[in-house]
């Protein structure tokens, strides 16, 4: 398992949006756009505030953004 899938096992289940920009390495601003457009899906929980994200969610993000890389053998 590389380093980066280590850290994200790390991460509690529901994260807030600076916790999904810290992952994305993109502002806070730019992941409220992503789930504000439907890009990125989000969560509400009653009586907070501001979106929420289920790290699975995140990960398929990823996936579904993310081009294949050729690796040479």
């Known amino acids: 398992m ?4 280590q ?3 790390k991460l509690p289940s529901i994260l807030k949006t600076v916790e999904v920009a810290g992952i994305l390495r ?3 601003r730019m992941v409220q756009l992503l789930a504000k457009d ?9 009586n ?3 979106y929420r994200f289920r790290k699975e969610d995140v ?14 053998e």
């Open 7 to 9: 850290d994200i096992v």
């Open 59 to 72: 990960l398929e993000f990823i996936e579904r953004n993310t081009k294949a890389t050729f690796t040479p």
């Open 38 to 46: 439907g890009r990125l899906a989000s969560v509400q929980i009653a």
């Open 26 to 28: 993109i502002s806070p």
């Open 2 to 5: 590389d380093e980066f899938m």
């Open 48 to 50: 907070i505030r501001g």
